[in-house]
């Protein structure tokens, strides 16, 4: 197994999709010839101020509405009407009479190289049958930078219903749901509840071991550690990859207070840009980690005691300059004055930078371990965690999907799990029965799931010691069988 700055990503940019025909090149110019006039119509009032709200989860596309309404803020493409939208527009573009509707969107920015293809949409009926929508254009509104136009072809299934509720995903991440009349306003299915509220930081975080982050949370809203994958769709090799992992095999949280004489978990210490930097002597994947010096303090934990003759992981947060550090394997040297690891990885909290592909990290799947953790504040100060956990299995595959890196296996079936894959509890698991602090964790499982991070133990789950815990409360999670989870959809599957 291999643990052990990384790439940034490029920037972002709008981009239409390129028509194959001639005909959708000409519709997405005409598209937006008068939408700039419509939109001041539709979005200001006569005084000019704006009358859309919006609501949606962090980091995902919103969906513009009217004020205090659900409706959505839509054009006919074609003609620039708004609802109700006839099935089929009175202009035609070749055979294709179908009704395009145009959306508006913020918060979605396609990146470079990609088209109009990134972005899905689907809506939903009053017998809550879903239909997919052909996403034609996305693109930005002229004059309007911050906005997004797109453009979706209405379903042939779809007949006057009346009020659906659409949606668009960009990147597995799902708006807010709008509501729109076709042939006519009025039925349909009930608004979307509100969506579950991200962790509102109260103050800076505290300093030491095992600190307080008082809701800070790594990396950006749109990270894919901060995904919701709740309505992702499954992984059509999911029973086959689960059943590898054991179906009948428990939930095992790997964290606690104590276990055999040393705090249970991954420690973390958090310090201040006024700690000293050391020196890092890499013994094993220096090719493959990042040069010192970090600001490892020399008393910072070492996971499994300073006598542990496991991973010994080490992690650092500066919380001034929002910089983790992360070591395995590590050992200080002369009181701490240097340290060797096997390897180590930083990672800048505040971008979604990867390291370069095929590099390893302090973690197996090459990713940050500690955004990864179930830690106590989270569960007991914010009563949310709004980010994915991190899990083991015992045999995974020689390959690994976003936003994994590296591979730790040399068994190629298509039945293991590469690195990075990512499970979530099923929707359906019945969490009431358990305590409140329990259905925190429970509840993360669902909306942001695990991914695969190293190979260990199946179904084990990571977290931060913490003497608060309460061991009891904790194994009652090992009832959860492998059974109740599926595997989320994976994307472009690197096989080394």
């Known amino acids: 197994m291999r643990f052990c700055w990384f790439n940034r990503r490029s920037p972002s940019a709008l981009s239409r999709a390129p028509g194959k025909r001639a005909r959708g090149r000409v519709r997405s110019s005409v598209f937006l010839l008068g939408v700039t006039a419509c939109l001041a119509t539709l979005v200001l009032n006569p005084g000019g101020a704006k009358i859309f709200s919006v ?15 659900t409706r959505a803020i839509a054009l006919d493409s074609v003609v620039g009407l708004a609802e ?14 179908r009704t395009r509707l145009m959306l508006f969107a913020t918060n979605l920015t396609l990146a470079t190289g990609e088209n109009a293809s990134a972005v899905t949409a689907e809506a939903e009926d009053v017998t809550r049958l879903r239909y997919p929508l052909t996403v034609e254009y996305v693109g930005a509104v002229p004059g309007q930078s911050w906005m997004t136009a797109v453009v979706v072809r209405l379903n042939d299934g779809l007949g006057d219903v009346g009020d659906v509720l659409v949606g668009i995903t960009y990147h597995g991440m799902t708006s807010n749901r709008v509501r729109i009349g076709l042939g006519h306003i009025g039925g349909g299915p009930p608004d979307d509840p509100p969506a579950t509220p991200t962790p509102t930081p109260g103050a800076t975080p505290e300093l030491g071991p095992g600190a307080n982050l008082h809701g800070r949370l790594p990396f950006p809203s749109d990270n894919p550690w901060n995904q919701d994958i709740s309505t992702m769709p499954v992984d059509s090799n999911s029973a086959n990859l689960i059943a590898s992992i054991g179906l009948n095999t428990g939930l095992h949280p790997d964290f606690g207070t104590v276990y055999d004489g040393a705090p249970n978990g991954i420690p973390y210490i958090v310090v201040s840009d006024a700690q000293s930097l050391v020196a890092i002597n890499y013994t094993a994947y220096g090719d493959e980690s990042d040069p010192g010096p970090y600001p490892v303090p020399a008393s910072a934990p070492i996971e499994g005691g300073p006598n542990s003759t496991g991973d010994r992981h080490v992690l650092v947060i500066d919380r001034d300059n929002w910089r983790l550090y992360e070591l ?3 050992f200080p040297i002369n009181n701490g004055t240097s340290w060797d690891a096997n390897c180590g990885a930083i990672f800048d909290l505040n971008s979604n930078a990867l390291r370069p592909a095929g590099w390893t990290s302090a973690d197996a799947a090459g990713l940050p371990i500690f955004p990864g953790l179930v830690r106590y504040d989270e569960v007991f100060e914010q009563g949310l965690i709004a980010h994915a956990l991190r899990f083991t299995v015992h045999d995974s595959r020689r390959a690994y999907v976003h936003p994994a890196r590296h591979w730790a296996s040399s068994n190629a079936s298509p039945n293991l799990p590469p690195m990075g894959m990512r499970v979530r509890l099923k929707a359906s698991f019945d969490i009431s029965g358990f305590s409140p602090a329990m259905q925190v964790i429970l509840r993360a499982m669902k909306k942001y799931g695990m991914m695969v991070a190293d190979n260990g133990s199946n179904w084990y789950v990571s977290g931060a010691p913490d003497p608060r815990w309460n061991d009891n409360e904790l194994n009652t999670l090992k009832t959860i069988k492998g059974s109740n989870f599926e595997v989320v959809q994976m994307g472009t599957i690197v096989m080394p």
């Open 55 to 69: 609501s949606s989860a962090a980091g995902a596309p919103v969906l513009l509405t009217q004020a205090s309404s």
């Open 84 to 97: 109700p939208f006839p099935l089929h527009s009175p202009v035609a573009f070749g055979g294709d009479g």
């Open 328 to 330: 395995g394997y590590a």
